[in-house]
Every structure is written in C-alpha cells, then in structure tokens.
C-alpha cells in the first residue's frame, strides 16, 4: 500500500508487502485490511536466496502447478498531478518450513475454503485474520530459475523451467 504522500505516475510505487502480524496496527494497512481486502490470482511467486555479492532466484508454486490467491489489501493512492492510481499489497507470514531455507516471510496463499470469508467486507474481522496462515511444506515446491527473471525486459517461458 503507498504511502498518504503523492506517488510518480511515471514510476508509482506502494509497499508490496504487509505483515499479518502487525496489519491492524500499520497506519498504511488498518483501514484497508476493515474494508478493503482482496484476491490476487497468481501461479508462482519468486523468491531470491542471497549468497554473498550472488542473488539466486527461486520459482515457488503449489505441488498441483494449479493457479492460487493470494492475501492483499487495496487502496486508491493519488499522484502527485491528482490522478487516482489503485495499488495493493500482499499480506505475508513466517515463511514455511522449506521456503525458510531462503526467506524468512512467504505470502499468504489463501486455502480455497477461506477466499470468500477474506473478501467479504461484512465478515468478523477477527474471523478473517485467522485465515491468514502458513501454507504447509507439503503443498508447494521450489526449483532454481535464471537469474534473468529479475527483469521485466526479459520475456522467454524459458526462464521459469527448472535449472
């Protein structure tokens, strides 16, 4: 979620992460994680396992390869020229046991059961944060990727196959 100060429409940058732990207490979050959560679709998230002055990226997805959600908040930030530029953030947690071998945090990948209770702006919002959970081990795998999927200028499917 961006800050309340005025974002570059050029370049408009938000905080991509919000810790579960510490989400109602943020002043960036507390607002949008009452009435302004949502699902965002994915198929695989990376993470990168630093090694000195070497950052090797991992692709991490669910055992199946089948897409997911994950945990966010959203809120409308305005640019510095006044025009309205919707940003979200993800919401993490401790990462799991195999993921902590590279990070710490993990997103939230939301159980198909909790989807709709996260979304639904009416619900207890107590009852919505306990949905917001580790995803165990057993469920998702990681394998090496290039390295050059770290940028956006490199297009090729080949870039997620496994090393």
Not at 48 to 66: A, F, H, M, N, V
Not at 98 to 124: F, G, T
């Amino acid at each position: 979620m961006g800050s309340n100060s005025a974002l570059d429409e050029k370049n408009p940058k938000g905080i991509i992460n919000a810790r579960a732990e510490t989400i109602t207490e943020k002043p960036s979050f507390r607002s949008a994680v009452k009435k302004h959560r949502c699902l965002v679709l994915a198929d695989s998230f990376f993470e990168w396992d630093r090694k000195g002055s070497t950052k090797q990226p991992y692709r991490i997805l669910l055992q199946d390869e089948k897409p997911f959600v994950f945990a966010g908040i959203w809120k409308t930030c305005q640019t510095s020229t006044g025009l309205d530029i919707p940003t979200f953030s993800i919401i993490t947690v401790p990462a799991n046991e195999q993921i902590n071998k590279i990070h710490d945090r993990m997103p939230v990948i939301l159980q198909p059961d909790y989807e709709q209770l996260w979304i639904d702006d009416s619900a207890e919002l107590n009852a919505a944060l306990e949905t917001l959970k580790t995803l165990p081990n057993e469920l998702v795998k990681m394998y090496e990727v290039f390295p050059r999927v770290n940028s956006y200028k490199n297009e090729s499917a080949n870039l997620i196959k496994p090393l």
